[in-house]
């Protein structure tokens, strides 16, 4: 048996439709009275770890679950030893830098050295910044990032961005981005050297999955 | 015009309640309709800043929240530059080790030198192990940290337990207590000192509102 960290949120039902389409299902993670975190596939094959997206890496990396669906914007910020084998597509977003539509700044670049920038995403922001060459004062949040700009505590945001409604419905503009996002199926690299088969034909199964939808 | 910072989650109510009993209604925080994440005060004199439990040091650090409302084990953890002024009394909760029940660890000191420990609160963790001087792996998890012993990835977690519940349904046990926690009201030190008489009235207020309730 075989374990998979599935993410809790915005991943959830297409990471449930990944596996599912692949012979293994969890979907009673998606019933509303469910209040297990360790669910079997129907099939026994695997179990189903129900955790947080930034707890995904944690245990793939610890081999805890030997395959994970996370975004990449999770794996770029925390930078664990994890496989990652496929982009499914999905949970499209991107990384950008935001501001104030009223500040008049229209490039990272132009910010002033030195100025706050608030984010959940410190170390993206932080390797952004450093790239550009231009030394800002990270304040790390842990939510609702759109009001440090708001009261005054920050420059700027570092943030993920899908629709942009949440920074329009705060006064807030991207002006840079920092790269794309899309759910990844990410794998512990020792059991994948050890493995007989088993995840290979998981993880082949999904890969030619999310070809095929590619192509189609 | 000032601003205090609540916390959103198991605070929110009391903490509403604490400021209400002294003249300044935030009680439109907590209607279900509520999307305002900045909401003014009934009479005009502050505002509230509605934000994540771990956020409210951050903006009392930064002097964008004169006065906030947060638990103790937050400040524990983070370490931000506050003033710690009144013990509230409510949200009462400690920290803790915690073991499988089935592991027959009986306190902290007898785990395994070198074993790992989850934990949203790793630097509670470290502080703590560091003063027993046992040498531990700290694997930081964003939640449902029960599941690291339940997986196998930790021998013992350091988490907050309020009634205990959420580790007896996970068939675990405590074994050491770190602290106990209680909400408090925390103050941004230089506004403290440039302030004319407002925020030290509502200090004052508060904490005879709080020795009145530990007489009683």
């Known amino acids: 048996m075989f374990t ?27 019933k509303d009275s469910n209040r297990q975190l360790m669910v079997p596939s129907v099939c026994g094959r695997a179990r189903a770890l129900l955790v947080r997206n930034s707890d995904v890496p944690v245990y793939v990396a610890y081999g805890q679950a030997q395959l994970g669906i996370v975004g990449f914007d999770v794996l770029q910020e925390q930078k664990l030893q994890v496989a990652n084998l496929v982009d ?53 949040l842990s939510g609702s990032v759109e009001l440090g700009p708001i009261t005054g505590m920050a420059e700027a945001i570092v943030d993920l961005v899908a629709t942009g409604r949440t920074l329009r419905d705060n006064g807030l503009v991207e002006i840079e981005e920092l790269f794309k996002s899309t759910a990844r199926l990410v794998g512990h ?17 999904i890969q030619n999955q999310s070809l095929t939808k590619t192509i189609s």
């Open 88 to 140: 499914l597509g999905f949970g499209t977003c991107h990384m950008s830098v935001a501001v104030k539509s009223s500040s008049g700044y229209l490039s990272a670049s132009e910010l002033p050295p030195n100025c706050r920038v608030a984010s959940k995403f410190t170390n993206c922001a932080k390797k952004f910044f450093d790239q550009i060459d231009l030394p800002v004062q990270l304040v790390h």
């Open 4 to 30: 998979v960290a599935l993410a809790k949120g915005a991943l959830l039902h297409e990471s449930v439709s990944t596996f599912q389409n692949v012979g293994l299902d969890f979907s009673a993670v998606l």
């Open 189 to 205: 690299p020792l059991s994948l050297r050890l493995d007989m088969g088993t995840l290979q034909e998981v993880i082949d199964l």
